[in-house]
């Protein structure tokens, strides 16, 4: 029998607004990491439903979408980034269904969500991998990058892991190396084989169904190796730099040209970005793991409408108070030859030492430093990805050696700390025991004493905080269409100040930021034509009178066009 719609049905249907598929395009997503937002149950590790508790934090912050890291099942090696079942919840985290309630609650206050998959790698417990090392004839023998040793049997290339040490392990059982971007017990996928990429785009569409909106894509460049399992060169020494390829890391000191970066990935990338337009409004940023070539891979995996939607690098992960040569170039990088390549900016997230820290530690005007940054990083082109407790202005954590639980921070104690610092749990009450983040006797990792003053309770709707800053112009933001999704081009106005104009249609601003630390006095061109200081972008120390722009040190300025 034929199920015809009634007219009243039909007129729901048509009276339903059509999913916005470009709603990532200029949004602000939230990172979660989720064993430091909220603890619902008292064990001292965050949760899901202790993020469902707190969205209405995120929501009102003026997010569009919030990014998950991984809450899968997990041997807990990497915390999460070695899974040993993609469809799963870890039971630290909770359960399935709490991970629907968290998904409905979000959309319900009128947030995307997206999810962490790490596709490169699994942990070496993940049924895939216990079968695959069992023998070289089992159905999934070659699901992982397998080699024979040299004949001096030592590891088939000179390829390193990003965690230290060779990237080959040698396996008793099979008589082979496998090979591992990360720790050993994170066993490398191979993408090379067909059954494997369908395997996780099946992952792909099982979280789809469960109705979210999107994917953070860990370590999207290192999905494909070299067939030949070829040596990288060494890095050139024009390409040391001291902020982006730090010596103290051997793996800096290769060219990573043949176990990562692969021409291969486009292809991939296509695949999933065809089931993805299976859905009404699916997105995806990938991480672009690569500090030399970042920028350029960032564009040319997302440019087409038929890759990625969005990525981001690490350039602007490792700057200290940055200058104009530290932006400027990166930005007109990416939008290189005019291309439909959108980029998803980033100054701090889960594995890099927080902004706060790197900007402002020393300087005597420290708010002001962080809200430049923040009121910077809100209006560059592309989409944004803000780090939880970035908000609050959250400094990097001093954690002692006997606290220290990150595998990286432990291995590389004391030149490399690890990534413990910039992952201790959220403060939501200066006065509440474990500042509100949970209910148990003790943190998964230490609360230091001075994040307690930048608590939420302590900033929210105190006037002048970092907290109502980010309110505020994220409320700015969204009134501008330029700020979201319009066209960027630079000015040159000198005394240390970056200066673009932003525009969508018939809106024109000039953003101007004052990146040195004395205060500038500027001539704004005359072919700008008439221009109004908006003073609703908050107090950001400008002032403009005629054609001339003053800004204090750290200052700020948005100026509409007419």
């Known amino acids: ?6 007219p009243a049905t039909a007129a729901l249907a048509a009276a339903a607004p059509a999913p916005d598929r470009d709603w990532w395009r200029g949004a602000v997503i939230y990172q979660v990491y989720p064993r430091s937002f909220q603890d619902s149950d008292g064990d001292g590790i965050g949760d899901l439903p202790g993020i469902t508790q707190r969205l209405s934090h995120i929501a009102a912050l003026g997010a569009d979408a919030l990014w998950i890291s991984p809450f899968f099942t997990s041997p807990m090696d990497d915390f999460g980034y070695d899974v040993s079942d993609y469809r799963d919840v870890d039971p630290i985290f909770g359960t399935l269904a709490d991970f629907d309630a968290l998904v409905a609650e979000a959309h319900r206050l009128g947030l995307k969500v997206m999810i962490d998959l790490v596709l490169s790698h699994s942990s070496d417990r993940h049924s895939w991998f216990v079968e695959s090392r069992r023998d070289r004839t089992n159905p999934k023998a070659d699901w992982y990058v397998w080699a024979d040793a040299k004949e001096d049997g030592s590891p088939p290339s000179n390829w390193m892991s990003n965690f230290g040490g060779s990237s080959w392990e040698w396996d008793a059982g099979r008589q082979q190396y496998y090979l591992h971007n990360f720790l ?21 569409r099982f979280w789809l169904d469960r109705g979210v909106d999107g994917f ?131 100054f701090s997230n889960h594995d890099v030492t927080r902004h706060a820290t790197r900007w402002a530690e020393g300087e005597e005007d420290r708010d002001a430093v962080l809200r430049l940054a923040a009121v910077l990083l809100l209006s560059l082109r592309g989409s944004v990805c803000l780090y939880q407790g970035e908000e609050l202005g959250l400094t990097e954590a001093d954690i002692p050696f006997e606290d220290i639980v990150d595998p990286w921070g432990k291995r590389f104690w004391p030149t ?5 610092g910039c992952r201790t749990p959220m403060v939501w009450e200066a006065e509440a025991p474990n500042a509100g983040f949970t209910d148990g006797a003790r943190a998964w990792l230490p609360i230091p004493a001075e994040h307690l003053a930048l608590a939420v309770d302590r900033q929210e709707g105190r006037q002048g905080s970092l907290l ?63 221009v109004r200081l908006l003073s609703e972008a908050g107090a950001l120390c400008a002032r403009l009178e005629g054609s001339r722009l003053n800004l204090a040190r750290h200052g700020a300025a948005f100026i509409q066009l007419d």
């Open 216 to 346: 953070r894509l860990d370590t999207v460049n290192f999905y494909f190796h070299d067939g030949g399992l070829r040596d990288n060169p060494p890095l050139a020494e024009a390409d040391w730099n001291e902020r982006t390829a730090p010596r103290d890391r051997p793996y800096n000191r290769q060219d990573h040209l043949y176990d990562k970066n692969r021409p291969e990935n486009l292809a991939f990338l296509e695949r999933f970005r065809g089931l993805l337009d299976e859905y009404p409004a699916a997105a995806a940023v990938g991480e672009v793991g690569e500090l030399i070539r970042g920028v350029e891979l960032m564009r040319e995996y997302t440019q087409g409408g038929d890759r990625l939607h969005m990525s981001y690098a690490f350039d602007f992960l490792n700057t200290r108070l940055p200058s104009i040569d530290d932006i400027r170039p990166v930005i007109e990088r990416f939008i290189e030859g005019g291309t439909d390549a959108w980029a998803c900016w980033a």
């Open 184 to 204: 050993i017990s994170q066993p490398d996928l191979n993408f090379h084989n067909p059954a494997v990429q369908d395997a996780m785009l099946d992952v792909v």
């Open 1 to 6: 029998m034929l199920d015809f719609p009634t």
């Open 416 to 420: 490399i700390k690890g990534r413990d």
């Open 468 to 530: 109502e800053t980010y309110r505020r112009f994220l409320s700015f933001r969204a009134g501008h269409p330029s700020l979201v999704k319009g066209d960027i081009a630079f000015l040159d106005l000198g005394a240390g100040c970056l200066a673009f104009t932003r525009t969508a249609g018939s809106e024109r601003l000039l953003c101007v930021f004052n990146l040195s630390r004395q205060a500038a006095d500027l001539a704004l061109p005359h072919d700008l034509g008439a």
